[in-house]
């Protein structure tokens, strides 16, 4: 599967601008919302070909929101890749779990970033 389209769910603006600047740079396509209720409206009317996930966020943090997307039939195929600032082995399992592809500490590289979306093509 080719990725193209890239939605970043996260929070934090900064953290938000730093991704989507990488991924721009990459040549993807970027959109981006700031919490897991936007990203489930979202998934509504576009569909991604790939979601970066902060965890900690008001409302459905990026575990329950990456729950909902993968488990539901409609975006399921639609891989996550979980970007947390904290770096324990359990929230890495965790994301796992609920459903994620992968999961990347941040401050995120872009060399890993990148090498992480092209293992999912």
Same mark, same amino acid.
């Given at each position: 599967? /080719?990725?193209?389209? @890239?939605?970043?769910?996260?929070? *934090?603006? &900064?953290?938000?601008? $730093?991704?989507?600047?990488?991924?721009? *740079?990459?040549?993807?396509?970027? *959109? /981006?919302?700031?919490?897991?209720?936007?990203?489930? =409206? $979202?998934? %509504?009317?576009?569909?991604?070909?790939?979601? !970066?996930?902060?965890?900690?966020?008001?409302?459905?943090?990026?575990? #329950? &929101?990456?729950? /909902? @997307? &993968?488990?539901?039939?409609? &975006?399921?195929?639609?891989? @996550?890749?979980?970007?947390?600032? %904290?770096? #324990?082995?359990?929230?890495?399992?965790?994301?796992?779990? #609920?459903?994620?592809?992968?999961?990347?500490?941040?401050?995120? *590289? #872009?060399?890993?970033?990148? /090498? %992480?979306?092209?293992? !999912? =093509?």
């Amino acid at each position: 599967m /080719a990725i193209r389209k @890239v939605l970043v769910v996260d929070d *934090s603006a &900064t953290d938000s601008f $730093y991704l989507s600047e990488i991924l721009k *740079s990459a040549g993807f396509e970027v *959109s /981006a919302v700031d919490c897991g209720e936007a990203c489930l =409206e $979202y998934l %509504k009317r576009e569909m991604p070909d790939l979601i !970066l996930m902060d965890v900690l966020m008001p409302g459905l943090n990026g575990f #329950q &929101t990456t729950r /909902a @997307v &993968t488990h539901n039939p409609d &975006t399921a195929h639609i891989p @996550v890749i979980v970007c947390t600032g %904290k770096a #324990q082995l359990t929230d890495r399992v965790w994301a796992l779990r #609920q459903g994620a592809k992968d999961c990347l500490v941040k401050p995120v *590289s #872009q060399a890993d970033l990148l /090498a %992480k979306i092209q293992a !999912l =093509e």
